[in-house]
């Protein structure tokens, strides 16, 4: 199969939105996957792509992707869904967050790369590549302060790429891991706070140019649109303001005289 099918999952906001958007432009055809239905609609009247609402932390949800996904017939898993809960310290962080986190993030993406994995298999019989694709965060690299249950999660959800990388050795599946630092996304913050819109706009404010959806997901279809044998195995992309994930210059960036 020559033709590039992709999976993309979290694809009714953020990031997942914008890699379906910048998908179907370059000719691909897309199943977005998301819990919100009404949202995908929208998304397929827009672009065309096909839809399946479905919950990754809900075993019947996983059942039923499998279905859908076994008709799509796909070339290529891209797995963003996911998110942070909370931000506090250790101690007084919750397990229901914790939970959350871990369901979302690692427990999510093992469930879908289950149910997908076999079918990427198939869609090489014609000498062709697959591919996975999988959003972490440069949480998963680097400890940051009131981010232990992001931190956490993301690190295992890194480790379960790292791993399944070294487990296809020697099949033509390219296993590659893009790993954001600050994006501004309408729901991140938003999410990680509980609502409260303040706090979630106060990570971004007098930051210059924080990374778009947009942005990343340019890097992730430039990426994608390499030749299959071609694997960019980890992509770290920080907008110029963040030296660091605890390192953000607030207000204009100005070259020293």
């Known amino acids: 199969m020559s ?4 999976i993309i999952t979290g694809a009714s906001s953020g990031i997942g939105e914008a890699v379906v958007r910048q998908s179907v432009a370059r000719g691909w055809t897309v ?3 998301a819990r919100r239905a009404e949202r995908l609609e929208a998304l397929r009247a827009e672009t065309g792509c096909e839809v399946l609402s479905a919950d990754l932390t809900d075993e019947a949800d996983i059942e039923r992707l499998a279905h859908a996904a076994a008709a799509f017939r796909p070339t290529g898993l891209v797995q963003v869904a996911g998110g942070a809960k909370g931000a506090a310290p250790l101690a007084e962080t919750t397990i229901e967050d914790w939970r959350w986190m871990f369901e979302a993030n690692v427990i999510g993406t093992k469930r879908v790369i289950d149910a997908v994995l076999p079918l990427l298999r198939a869609s090489t019989a014609d000498g062709g590549y697959a591919e996975i694709m999988v959003v972490t965060s440069i949480a ?8 232990s249950g992001y931190n956490a999660a993301k690190s295992a959800e890194k480790q379960l ?3 399944l990388r070294l ?13 954001p630092g600050m994006v501004w996304t309408e729901e991140f913050s938003l999410v990680r706070f509980g609502g409260d819109r303040a706090k979630a706009d ?5 930051v210059q140019d924080p990374l778009s959806a947009d942005d990343v997901a340019k890097v992730m279809t430039d990426i994608l649109a390499l030749p299959g044998h071609v694997s960019v195995d980890e992509t770290i992309i920080k907008p110029v303001a963040q030296t660091h994930p605890w390192m953000v210059h607030k207000g204009p960036l100005q070259a020293k005289a």
């Not at 033709?3 to 992709?6: A, T, Y």
Request: hydrophobic share 45%; charged share 30%; net charge negative.
């Open 161 to 163: 790429v790292d791993v």
């Open 31 to 33: 199943l977005a996957v």
């Open 140 to 147: 998963a690299t680097v400890a940051y302060q009131n981010g």
């Open 3 to 6: 033709e590039k099918r992709l």
């Open 202 to 206: 106060a990570v971004y404010k007098d």
């Open 167 to 179: 487990e296809l050795h020697g099949e033509p599946i390219r296993v590659m891991e893009v790993a």
